[in-house]
T-cell receptor, first 114, second 114 residues
Framework: DTAVSQTPKYLVTQMGNDKSIKCEQN?????MYWYKQDSKKFLKIMFS???????INETVPNRFSPKSPDKAHLNLHINSLELGDSAVYFC?????????????FGSGTQLSVL | AQSVTQLGSHVSVSEGALVLLRCNYS??????LFWYVQYPNQGLQLLLK??????LVKGINGFEAEFKKSETSFHLTKPSAHMSDAAEYFC????????????FGTGTRLLVSP
């Protein structure tokens, strides 16, 4: 069973469009994250939600809007896509405050904006 | 602010040779340090982490890392490389274990030749 799953795996779209990436975790974790990995493999946190509440927002443009309908889901909606948004987006989850806390990552969504 | 520097974007070794991937960190508070591995088209997986206690940390797949405060380093080693170790390796630092705001290095690609 996949622990953190995100869809779609590949997303190709035109500039100016609006798109969403979905993420679900079946680990029972209370914290979920979105990371962006650019073409140089640099990985940076974008958002973090704990129990459906936003706790980390790393100066991401407000065209990016995360939505957490419940603890197991954290979706990422992107408005007015730009060329610079092309990257691989990773969802992750963890159980905050546990002794053996670690991040579990999804397999990524490769977004290509043309 | 915290940061991580990984020396060498690519490291090439022969199968059976020692693997050494370098990571230096900067942190204003005692750091928590991590090594993650990313196989092609997959998300990141935790190899090992240091929080407190023993400075030599053993992880999965025969990897280990040593926290050296005096050198602000957390280098990753494996005595004998295997072909399956070929992947991208990321060092990361965070301030605490809650709501992990990991700051990643730029990654080191490990190439293993027969």
């Amino acid at each position: 069973d996949t622990a953190v799953s995100q869809t779609p795996k590949y997303l190709v779209t035109q500039m100016g469009n609006d798109k969403s990436i979905k993420c679900e975790q079946n680990l029972g974790h209370d914290t979920m994250y979105w990371y962006k990995q650019d073409s140089k493999k640099f990985l940076k946190i974008m958002f973090s939600y704990n129990n459906k509440e936003l706790i980390i927002n790393e100066t991401v443009p407000n065209r990016f809007s995360p939505k957490s309908p419940d603890k197991a889901h954290l979706n990422l909606h992107i408005n007015s896509l730009e060329l610079g948004d092309s990257a691989v987006y990773f969802c992750a989850s963890s159980q905050a405050g546990t002794r053996d806390e670690k991040l579990f990552f999804g397999s990524g969504t490769q977004l290509s904006v043309l | 602010a915290q940061s991580v520097t990984q020396l060498g974007s690519h490291v090439s070794v022969s199968e059976g040779a020692l693997v050494l991937l370098r990571c230096n960190y900067s942190s204003s508070v005692p750091p928590y340090l991590f090594w993650y591995v990313q196989y092609p088209n997959q998300g990141l997986q935790l190899l090992l982490k240091y929080t407190t206690g023993a400075t030599l940390v053993k992880g999965i797949n025969g990897f280990e890392a040593e926290f050296k405060k005096s050198e602000t380093s957390f280098h990753l080693t494996k005595p004998s490389a295997h072909m399956s170790d070929a992947a991208e390796y990321f060092c990361a630092v965070s301030k605490n274990t809650g709501f992990q705001k990991l700051v990643f290095g730029t990654g080191t690609r490990l190439l293993v030749s027969p």
